[in-house]
């Protein structure tokens, strides 16, 4: 019998059978030969834990503030494309599911559901994460369509400039099979055909020329917050702080576009060090369990993304799959609280690490 919160390995597994082999390919592709996608897993892995014993933990409570608001917990959801590719209700499964868990959902550019739908079926807050294209004309419409539609913030991913070369995945990312087409990017003027030539490394819907001025832009022409993702040098979130940022993530893409980067949890404690606590630090990649995200808590993060995880449970249960996977890391996150002495976030400090 399934139990009522499976191990994420159970969720990998059920999609494995379930996801079409495009989808496959597309969730678990890797720059190069994958080394960067499987440090990120591996580097929580080799992070020991000191608990503190003899402390009352009677209540454990793993909501965190985040940009003015209060969360129930700190686990999100990161932008990921597609997701009509995992299931046929797409974003809008992925949407409840994160309402259903008390998860903040990031919408990617590359939704195969409209904005407006997905804000539609949202029960809890949502970021609209955005790949600058080279059309500004483009790109203010789709922002503006964001806020007007209820965007708490936009995560502006910098990390792309050009795509990577992914291994496996032997799709160009923007051929939709029959039936599927992009909730945003089919409006792009310039259309998503990949170029004839392979030799050319840029791409119509990615802008390679998008530097800290124009970022600074465009924090100060919205309202919004601006976070910026894909930030790992300690300059760089600098950088991003000065240009306005409202918040940074450290983020290798989930090791899809440059091998032999490092684990972003490597990377994590040179940026909230540089960052010194003016603007929130979250991080992504390779967090796998509750234990993961303490970690990640303790180094410094205001909290964490979760990118194939809830696709697996996605394709594997829709809506149901989603919440699950999320409920699961929460309740191991609660657990890993207690058995380590702390009752808050707040109180979630690199005292927990054993060093
Ligand atoms: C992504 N990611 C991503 N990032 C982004 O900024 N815009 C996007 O459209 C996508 N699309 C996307 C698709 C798929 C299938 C994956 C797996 C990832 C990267 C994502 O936001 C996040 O950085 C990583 O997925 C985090 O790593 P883990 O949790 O997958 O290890």
Same mark, same amino acid.
């Given at each position: 019998?399934t139990?009522?919160?499976?191990p994420?390995?159970?969720y990998?597994?059920?999609a494995?059978?379930r ?10 592709s890797a720059?190069?030969?994958g080394?960067? &996608?499987?440090?990120?897993e591996?580097?929580y =892995? ?7 014993? +003899? ?23 990161a932008p990921t494309?597609?997701?009509?590719? !995992?299931h046929?209700e797409?974003?809008?499964a992925?949407?409840?599911g994160?309402g259903?868990a +008390? &998860?903040l !959902?990031?919408?990617?550019?590359y939704t ?5 739908? @997905?804000?539609?079926?949202?029960? +809890?807050?949502?970021w !609209?994460q ?5 059309d500004a004309? !483009?790109?203010?419409n789709v922002l503006?369509?964001a806020v007007?539609?209820g965007?708490?913030?936009?995560v502006?991913?910098?990390d792309?400039?050009?795509? /990577?070369?992914r291994s496996g =995945?032997g ?11 992009f909730? *945003?990017?089919r409006d ?12 050319v @490394? ?5 802008d ?20 910026v993702? %894909?930030v ?5 979130a ?7 940022a409202?918040? @940074?993530?450290?983020?290798?893409h +989930? ?14 404690p040179?940026?909230v060090?540089?960052?010194?606590g003016? *603007?929130?630090v979250?991080?992504d990649g /390779?967090?796998?369990s509750g ?7 303790a ?7 979760? %990118?194939?995880?809830?696709l697996?449970?996605?394709?594997a249960?829709?809506?149901e %799959? *989603? ?7 929460? *309740?191991?996150l ?5 058995l380590? %002495? ?5 109180e979630?400090?690199d ?5």
């Open positions: 019998m139990p009522a919160l499976p994420l390995e159970h990998a597994a059920l494995a059978e996801m079409t082999d495009l989808a496959s390919r597309y969730a678990a720059a190069g030969s080394h960067t &996608a499987r440090w990120n591996e580097r =892995q080799e992070i020991r834990l000191a608990p503190r014993v +003899g402390v009352d933990v009677t209540s454990v409570d793993p909501s965190v503030r985040l940009l003015g608001r209060r969360l129930p917990h700190p686990v999100l959801l494309g597609c997701h009509r590719l !995992f046929p797409g974003e809008l992925s949407v409840r994160a259903e +008390g &998860a !959902f990031v919408v990617s550019s195969t559901t409209p904005t407006a739908d @997905i804000a539609a079926a949202a029960r +809890g807050p949502w !609209f955005l790949n600058p294209a080279p004309g !483009f790109v203010a503006d369509e007007a539609r965007a708490e913030a936009l502006v991913t910098l792309t400039p050009v795509a /990577g070369m =995945q799709w160009d990312g923007v051929s939709l099979p029959d039936g599927l087409e909730g *945003v990017l792009l003027p310039a259309g998503l055909a990949p170029p004839a030539d392979p030799e @490394i840029h791409r119509s819907a990615l390679a020329g998008l530097t800290w001025d124009r970022l600074a832009g465009l924090c100060a022409e919205r309202e919004l917050p601006v976070l993702k %894909g790992l040098r300690g300059d760089d600098e950088r991003a702080v000065a240009a306005g409202a918040g @940074i993530i450290v983020s290798n +989930g090791g899809r576009n440059l091998d032999t980067l490092p684990a972003t949890v490597d990377a994590l040179r940026v060090e540089r960052v010194a003016r *603007v929130p979250l991080v /390779g967090v796998r234990g993961d995200v303490l970690k990640a808590l180094l410094g993060a205001n909290a964490v993304l979760l %990118g194939r995880p809830y697996w449970g996605l394709a249960e829709g809506a %799959g *989603v919440r699950r996977v999320v409920t699961r890391l929460r *309740v191991e609660e657990m890993a609280m207690a380590c %002495g702390v009752r808050t976030t707040d979630i400090t005292d927990v690490l054993w060093t």
